[in-house]
């Protein structure tokens, strides 16, 4: 059974920063794409971030430059630094799973594992 444990979440001012974790059990980081969304009240969920099996990551256009996502296989845990916060980027932050190598885009619909999520808040 797949358990995704997202943790790190918090209040922070605007331009500050936070670090995102997501601890997996029955299920291998190593080798499948992980990803990190996120819903902000009113809204549809968004692509954040994602990284594959060979550590390639990609971005939603929102948070280029200034969100990096990262693996430690050993731990089998996935990161989220998020720098420059801005009070749009204030939501719940969801870790989320596919398997296979690659991430192929930040569809909601192509990654079946779901963590419970963490929230942000990011006040101006």
């Known amino acids: 059974q797949v358990q995704l444990v997202e943790s790190g979440g918090g209040s922070v001012q605007a331009g500050g920063s936070l670090r995102l974790s997501c601890a997996a059990s029955g299920y291998s980081y190593r080798s499948n794409c992980m990803g990190w969304f996120r819903q902000a009240p009113g809204k549809e969920r968004e692509g954040v971030a994602a990284?594959?099996?060979?550590?390639?990551?990609s971005y939603g256009d929102s948070v280029k430059g200034r969100f990096t996502i990262s693996k430690d296989n050993a731990k089998n845990t996935l990161y989220l630094q998020m720098n420059s916060l801005k009070p749009e980027d204030s939501a719940m932050y969801y870790c989320?799973?596919?398997?296979?190598?690659?991430?192929?885009?930040?569809?909601?619909?192509?990654?079946?594992?779901w963590g419970q999520g963490t929230q942000v808040t990011v006040s101006s």
């Open positions: 989320a799973a596919r398997d296979g190598s690659y991430c192929y885009n930040l569809l909601m619909s192509n990654f079946p594992y």
């Open positions: 990284i594959g099996r060979y550590g390639t990551p």
